[in-house]
């Protein structure tokens, strides 16, 4: 197939959004897929979109159209097959649409939290190799001439920075290694992956991560209880989609309990997944019909809870990093400023 790469969530959600202004009009896909092509302009978007058309134009279902293009996500074509099965694919691929517009302000929202402390830190670090060396060599030709030398803490950042200027290229290699890595973490699938996991286990964002993931059980579990599955489907289905190690076992446990006679929302309990509180707002889901809106109501508070989160962080991080560089810049500085105003002083 010509096209490979996975479209991004902002993509997915652009093209549901249309396409479910387009069903819910009452136009059928094929002619739905020949007005985005008249529309569209990107070259890319209307490779895609041709392809759609041309397999609807042969009587396939919509559903198997989008996934023989190879760039949508299995579960969206999953639940707009369960869509078309159910005669709502234009509420399914409008509850899609909002399921990647959340996707993408969360995934904004985690390189948020990553992006502002490494910038912090490097400028840190920058300003640090500076002082070691380049101020502080001058400030060890003073004292030369002064008759004196550098001594203590000092003397041993100049030996440090003296060592950093032999192995300049050899730590310009490591570092562009280090950057590239950095880069190929970022762009790539697999990257990603190992990144979310590595921090999903860090302590200090452990607790971040799970609200993340709640949020997207959340969301998930809305979207395919509105779609008309039941709740034994929707956690297979769910499972699949929340990228979370932790929430994969929550959830398979969760099956386990329902399969042992717990009803959804005391299993949801017993496996962690949610608070009392929220469990018991869904045992009320149940009985009023309604768990669906539950669900998106409990998914909204994860996002609320965890943009006031980010935030919180960026916070605490901003003056923290400031005071922490203001300390070891001031550090540096007394431990040859101090000794080199007693020489002054005793010349004096």
Not at 51 to 67: D, H, M, N, T, Y
Not at 137 to 156: A, D, K
Not at 242 to 257: E, L, P, R, W
Request: overall charge neutral; aromatic content about 6%.
């Amino acid at each position: 197939m010509s096209v490979k790469r996975k479209l991004s969530n902002t993509e997915i959600s652009s093209f549901c959004d249309q396409t479910a202004l387009i069903l819910s009009a009452g136009i059928t896909p094929v002619e739905g897929m020949r007005i985005l092509l008249s529309d569209t302009e990107d070259a890319q978007g209307r490779k895609i979109i041709s392809e759609i058309l041309e397999i609807c134009e042969r009587g396939e279902p919509f559903s198997k159209a989008l996934a023989h293009t190879g760039v949508f996500p299995d579960y969206a074509v999953n639940m707009v097959t369960v869509g078309e099965e159910s005669g709502k694919t234009d509420e399914v691929m409008r509850a899609l649409s909002e399921y990647y517009a959340k996707e993408e302000m969360i995934a904004d929202s985690l390189k948020s939290a990553v992006r502002y402390p490494l910038i912090m830190i490097a400028m840190m670090l920058i300003v640090i190799l500076v002082l070691i060396t380049k101020v502080l060599p001058i400030f060890n030709q003073v004292f030369i001439q002064l008759g004196s030398e550098i001594t203590g803490f000092s003397r041993s950042l100049l030996l440090l920075g003296t060592q950093i200027r032999n192995y300049s290229i050899v730590l310009i290699a490591v570092l562009a290694v280090l950057v590239l890595t950095a880069l190929l973490a970022a762009k790539t699938a697999r990257g990603k992956k190992l990144t979310r996991r590595l921090l999903a286990k860090f302590p200090l964002t452990r607790s971040f991560f799970d609200n993340v993931a709640a949020g997207r059980f959340a969301n998930g579990m809305a979207l395919t209880l509105s779609s008309g599955l039941d709740t034994y489907q929707s956690l297979d289905m769910v499972s699949e989609l929340v990228d979370h190690q932790s929430m994969v076992q929550k959830i398979t446990n969760c099956k386990a309990y329902i399969e042992g006679g717990d009803n959804f929302s005391d299993a949801v309990a017993k496996a962690g997944i949610f608070s009392n509180l929220h469990a018991k707002m869904i045992a009320v889901g149940f009985r009023t019909g309604n768990v669906d809106v539950v669900m998106s109501k409990i998914s909204e508070n994860y996002e609320k809870e965890t943009s006031d989160r980010i935030y919180a962080i960026i916070a605490v991080l901003e003056p923290t990093l400031v005071i922490i560089l203001s300390l070891i810049v001031g550090l540096i500085l007394l431990s040859v400023i101090l000794p080199l105003m007693g020489i002054m002083t005793s010349i004096g």
